[in-house]
């Protein structure tokens, strides 16, 4: 695998443990409402439901290159 | 009957059939410490699923979980991030591990440090690391245990008693089942854990406030600000944005750490097993969302509990509010959660001080007969310690789990440098680590005696993280290994 490939699939599955972590500050409200759901807990709940799909995609991009 | 004998009743006839289904499914196989410590590395996806999903659904995530929920509101909320930070982590880290100790025939994390920096000492010093640690985590499940008897005993039965003999019975079903036998059980309480906690966090609601979302709402009226990270001056002030942030980051770069981790890495099959499984295991973590409203429902129903008290919080409800046949079944996927995970960190934990301290270190049980039952006496060594620690303390679940973290997490940076920067050597990570233990259990007391949870508004585990990269990467760069590693992966 090519450094590039390799930060490419480093930079994918960063994406969503640096929103869980560094994006709190500007995320840790109540409203909006998200389907009923204050904001933050809607935020969190969000990004660990789409982790597999970026996990996928670095996978994909690892295999293919 | 009366309501505590059926309770009770249904709680002991689960265990027992639980255990009774594990002896069956592993009786026909020859147990050398291959296939006792790390299951012969022939699990396949679903039985390793099943594995690393089992260490998730703990009496932590039950009761511990809620517990937080009720009684500081948001500052839960990171145990929902952490093992996702985790499995991102281990889809990197996870593959490479299990390819060098496939081919360097590795059982342990501490044989991993001894391949890696050719250094026995530093793997005597990270298998009695792990060893002890374990003790505040099996005692968080022993105290999880304690909790559920109680409660399904209505109050009138002793539970240190209770919780000895379920003790005994887990002590005896690790080392008669050894880690595949474990993870078969896992499927029993799985599914009912799952079940429990759906009911906890769907019916429960339902119950008092028509929906979930009826919930939330009535959560929000009645106490503002309890889903956000709390401002200066609120009363849980502690558990602010920084000690979150680091909290999640101590806890998901230590979460494979554990001396349970290693031997369930090495017992999949292929590399491939376990990327799928750490792509889709996030999914598991959602269940978490069902323990908080498990937890913000007894809020507004049996409000009042304070501290440790608070991981009792719906438990209570159930036993206030349902029939003894409902209590007994939510009990008894309770102390499954509790007994399973410490069957698998007691095998772990004894493994490794049996193969890498006793065996490595002294040259003593070295044959694969002596080893299995010096695993075995070790077993019953922690299982002893933890209920000591169980019986002259007293602490929240979650203070326990962080307290084993600060210690855990400190082995990170030996297994990370040592995969991906060959200038790392022995000296360069004992000094990191032993700086790393020093003062993250320094900061932790001096934060216990001050009754707070932060030093600098940060987790202070997480600062004895920093302390001990800085130490290893200033020393590597200053004194660089000479030697080539023998286990760096191609890529």
């Known amino acids: 695998m090519t450094p590039a490939a390799r930060f490419t699939q480093i930079a994918l599955a960063a994406i969503p443990p640096v929103m869980l972590t560094l994006a709190i500050p500007f995320v840790n409200r109540e409203e909006p409402r998200i389907l009923g759901f204050p904001f933050l807990l809607a935020w969190m709940v969000f990004w660990v439901a789409v982790t597999p799909l970026f996990l996928l995609a670095a996978n994909r991009y690892g295999r293919s290159t | ?491």
């Not at chain 2, 009743?9 to 410590?37: H, N, W």
């Not at chain 2, 001056?233 to 909290?247: L, M, R």
């Not at chain 2, 494979?256 to 999914?283: H, Q, V």
Request: aromatic fraction near 12%; charge should be positive; include cysteine.
């Open chain 2, 1 to 491: 009957m009366s309501s505590q004998t059926i309770a009770l009743t249904i709680v002991g006839a689960v265990i027992l059939g639980t255990i009774l289904f594990a002896l069956t499914s592993v009786r026909r196989l020859k147990m050398d410490p291959q296939e006792y410590i790390v299951g012969g590395r022939s699990f396949g996806a679903l039985l390793l699923w099943i594995l690393l999903a089992g260490e998730i659904y703990t009496s932590f995530t039950f009761l511990g979980a809620a517990g937080w929920a009720y009684d500081k509101g948001a500052a839960a909320f990171y145990i929902l991030a952490y093992g996702t930070l985790a499995y991102c982590i281990g889809f990197f880290l996870l593959p490479p591990i299990w390819r060098i100790g496939k081919e360097r025939g590795l059982l342990t994390l501490a044989d991993l440090f001894i391949d890696r920096y050719d250094s026995k000492v530093l793997g005597i010093l990270v298998a009695a690391l792990q060893f002890f640690l374990v003790v505040p985590y099996v005692t968080l499940q022993l105290s999880g245990m304690q909790i559920l008897l109680g409660i399904a005993g209505y109050g009138g039965y002793n539970g240190t008693v209770a919780v000895s003999i379920a003790f005994v019975v887990m002590a005896l079903f690790v080392f008669t089942a050894g880690l595949r036998g474990t993870a078969w059980a896992s499927v029993i309480k799985d599914v009912l854990v799952l079940g429990a906690v759906l009911f906890a966090g769907i019916a429960l609601p339902a119950h008092f406030f028509g929906s979930p979302l009826g919930m939330i709402d009535r959560l929000l009226q009645t106490h503002p600000h309890w889903t956000i990270l709390p401002p200066p001056g609120h009363a849980n002030a502690s558990y602010t944005i920084p000690w979150f942030i680091t909290t999640i980051l101590l806890t998901g770069i230590g979460f494979f750490m554990g001396p349970a981790n290693a031997p369930a890495i090495y017992s999949a099959r292929s590399a491939e097993t376990l990327r799928r499984n750490m792509i889709f295991m996030p999914l598991y973590q959602l269940v978490l969302l069902f323990v908080f409203f498990a937890g913000f429902t007894a809020l507004m129903v049996h409000p009042g509990l304070k501290g440790h008290a608070s991981d009792q919080s719906f438990m209570l409800v159930v036993q206030r509010f349902y029939s003894a046949p409902v209590l007994g079944i939510v009990a008894a996927a309770g102390c499954l959660a509790a007994l399973l995970p410490a069957s698998t960190l007691l095998l772990g934990a004894a493994s490794v001080f049996s193969k890498n301290v006793l065996g490595d270190g002294f040259n003593i049980a070295t044959g694969d007969r002596e080893r299995t039952w010096a695993t075995r006496v070790l077993v019953l060594i922690i299982a002893a310690l933890a209920l000591v620690i169980w019986l002259r303390y007293t602490a929240s679940l979650v203070d326990l789990l962080l307290f084993y973290y600060v210690g855990i997490t400190q082995l990170a940076p030996g297994v990370i440098f040592g995969l991906v920067w060959r200038r790392v050597g022995p000296w360069a990570v004992g000094a990191g680590l032993l700086a790393g233990e020093i003062i993250g259990y320094s900061l932790t007391h001096w934060a216990a005696v001050h009754m707070v949870v932060t030093v600098w508004n940060v987790n202070p585990g997480f600062l004895a993280l920093v302390v001990n990269v800085a130490l290893c990467v200033l020393i590597a760069l200053a004194f660089p290994a000479k030697k080539k590693p023998a286990g760096v992966p191609a890529g």
